[in-house]
């Protein structure tokens, strides 16, 4: 009983900290950094395919051409995030998580070393794949830390450690911003050097994450390596009795091989699962459609088109970065408080009414001088909306709407859905942008509007449910019955560990 206690508690050691730490800056603030690093020097980049263009062709670039070229180097990033996201699974089993995140490090010094010889060489190709190798990057390392944190943190740490990556995404963004400034990095000379400086926290984290241990769990299970999961849990634990951990490990292990796994085809044809999975679904392409990625991949262009003063733009750039960071701290506590419906419903509202007030303010711009702040501020408004409810909530929502057995399915499909949606705003923005103008912003308050009427009408509040309630309230859509006096279903559901739905993110 004593060493229950003592498991309960478990503090948090130097080891699990700077393992966190090393992890978290290595990949997370990386992934972070890429998103917003082609908005400031966007221009400069763009002046450069223009004149490679016209030196290799002899005649200059066409608009359409350029935008084109552009977008493609924008939104190759999501594209890859998306294969990336597909390798998690082989490459986890094969390599570990600890030997993953060393692994995926070659997705970022590799096209960082491209990046920074793209211009020598002449080549915004060069820049298009290594955007897309960098993608690759940061769609691993968004599934592999917070599975590498999850699986070396204690119970009671686990939603704690569980923000670290969010923060860290938040934080590289805000990087990314600060570095853009016109008198630091982004400017015409600056830029490939902004664009190589990703490679710095992979070569941090190549030479760190060694020194920290291997995630134990995968030691044991996959591995059977009982001797090196016992060392890594002790330094993990800072106590050499780690027994009770490692068989708690074990039981957990056979109780999920017990149930089984679901494959994405056999979640596809589960009646059962049908409006849940729907709701997943459209809940992450509400997310990604409503155009929080295109503020942080054309922020500038915004603006610029908002009238904002050109010195100033850069300036209200990094401070949309620190809402951000502000924002995302401040929903942690929110979302652990408030119920999943009602900031959904508040976030995408907030974010529809955000989206139509800019339209407005971008069309009145030339009539009225104060304009430009109005629109700063829909901005500003549109980055805490989404932060409350749209970038966090859907990831809480898959956990609490899937149990273990179907949650893996249900994750390759919500992430799927995530990085194709975020790769097609990234696509089209730029093109909507100069096709619809100040109008751009209607059909993204067009989808929070959809999104929010889909959520009002089908997505039930799931805050303190268990999985077997959320699939009562989804019976009858998915017109199933189901037998409460199926006592067998009910145990299986009280092996569920609330830690694991305490995990949130962003974008
Ligand atoms: C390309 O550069 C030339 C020369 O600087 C400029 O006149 C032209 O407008 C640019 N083309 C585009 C599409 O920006």
Redesign the pocket.
Known sequence: CEQKDKMSVSRLTWVLALATLTAAFGSSFQYGYNVSVVNSPSQFM??FY??TY?ERYNR????NY?TLLWSLSVSMFPLGGFFGSLMVAPLVNRLGRKGTLLFNNIFSIVPAIMMGVSEIAKSYEIIIVARLIVGICAGLSSNVVPMYLGEIAPKNLRGALGIVPQLFITVGILCAQVLGIRNILGNSTGWTLMLGLTSIPAVIELLLLPFFPESPRYMLIQKGDEKKATEALQRLRGWDDVDTELLEMRQEDQSEKAEGHLTVLSLLSQRSLRWQLISIVIMNMGQQLSGVNAIYYYADSIYASAGVRENDIQYVTVGTGAVNVFMTITAVFIVEAAGRRLLLLCGFGICCGACVLLTVALTLQATVAWMPYVSIACVIIYVIGHAIGPSPIPYVVATEMFRQTARPAAFMVAGSVHWLSNFTVGLIFPFLEVGLGPYSFIIFAFICLVTLIYIWMVVPETKKKTFLEVFQMFAKRNKVEINLGHSNLRLKELKETPEDAVKVTTF
């Open positions: 763009q002046q223009n004149a016209t200059p670039i066409e608009g350029l």
